[in-house]
């Protein structure tokens, strides 16, 4: 039973690895880019609006993304359907524990989205519409994510 | 068709567009949308090291991830050579607001005055790259998740940590424009 259960995820992890599913992601990951270039999300003067509350777009933009999201979830969720691999469609629920690790860490992170005017996925939309300096903010938020790896048993979570 | 692909695009077509990648994801490999993991599995694979956080098959759980991100990539160079580049259309207030902080040069998609290879070592530069692109790297470390992973496929699945980390991301986008931002430009 126990080798049936293996072969069958190695199946599942294998085909994941094909280059059409791998292409399947290329593709999407050039739709969200086209997106973020396109509705001036990743730009810094757009990220300014909204923490300055002159403008709806950004709220219009993240609320129905968020909204859209939530309808298709909810029926992936009662259809219990299955994805392309094979594998019943589920959202990890992340842990709360004392939470202080999403209020601070949150807070850290939104210091860096108003200083960059960029969260990571634009971050890297800005070197491909060539603003090719943000190679550097990208460095320095592998540093960053390195100094939370070298804190991480030191820090409340 | 071409004036779709050049034009900048209205709040209710960009946000239903960034709303589907969520099932999309999911369909194709119960794959959960999120960027910031991706800071994580590059340093998984570029820097072995003995840290626990690094250490996991970053290949098994980051592969399409970072091809992903690739994707990414190439969609900003795609949509940026699909026209001719114009500038953004923001509110006359910010305008007034951001000129009144010392910028001259409102026009890209980003600032010149600080957002260039000739800024970079000049305090404001370097402050906004620099020690930014850190503080994003490590805020989202810490929380687990950014603006994708919490505020898009977190709230959508109604998680608390999620929200959390939202009312956190303002918190600190805020303190950064009213605090920061005026001392720095």
Not at chain 1, 103 to 125: N, Y
Not at chain 1, 147 to 152: D, E, K, P, S, V
Not at chain 2, 15 to 41: C, D, E, T
Not at chain 2, 104 to 129: K, Q
């Amino acid at each position: 039973m126990t080798t049936k259960i293996q072969i069958e995820t190695e199946t599942v992890s294998e085909r994941h690895a094909t280059p059409a599913f791998l292409v399947i992601y290329l593709l999407l990951g050039v739709a969200f880019g086209v997106v973020l270039t396109r509705s001036e999300v990743l730009s810094w003067f757009r990220i300014q609006e909204m923490f300055r509350f002159q403008s709806f777009r950004m709220y219009g933009i993240i609320g129905s993304a968020i909204a859209i999201a939530a309808v298709s979830v909810a029926i992936l969720k009662t259809l219990g359907a299955k994805s392309a691999t094979g594998e019943p469609i589920s959202i990890p629920k992340k842990q709360l524990d004392g939470g202080v690790r999403y209020a601070v860490g949150g807070t850290i992170f939104g210091l860096g989205w108003a200083l960059t005017g960029a969260c990571p996925g634009p971050l890297f939309a800005l070197i491909g519409n060539g603003v090719s300096v943000m190679i550097v903010a990208v460095l320095s938020a592998l540093a960053g994510t390195w100094a939370y790896a070298m804190l991480r048993s030191r820090l409340p979570h | 068709m071409r004036d779709f692909l050049t034009a900048s695009w209205p709040w209710y077509v960009a946000g239903p567009l960034i709303g589907l990648i969520v099932p999309a994801l999911l369909i194709a490999g119960n794959k959960v949308f999120g960027i910031s993991s991706n800071l994580r599995h590059m340093c998984s694979a570029l820097l072995p090291s003995k840290l626990d956080f690094f250490r996991y098959d970053w290949k098994r759980a980051g592969q399409w991830n970072l091809i992903f991100l690739m994707g990414v990539l190439t969609g900003g160079f795609l949509a940026a050579h699909l026209g001719t580049p114009h500038d953004i259309a923001i509110s006359p207030e910010t305008r007034l607001a951001l000129m009144h902080l010392g910028l001259h040069d409102l026009s890209g998609v980003a600032p010149r005055e600080i957002f260039s290879w000739h800024a970079l070592l000049t305090l404001r530069g370097f402050v906004s790259i620099v020690v930014g692109g850190f503080l994003v790297g490590f805020g989202t470390a810490y929380a687990g998740g950014c603006t994708s992973g919490h505020a898009i496929s977190g709230l959508a699945n109604f998680e608390l940590p999620s929200l959390i980390a939202v009312f956190g991301f303002f918190a600190g986008g805020l303190a950064a424009t009213y605090f920061i931002l005026p001392h720095l430009l």
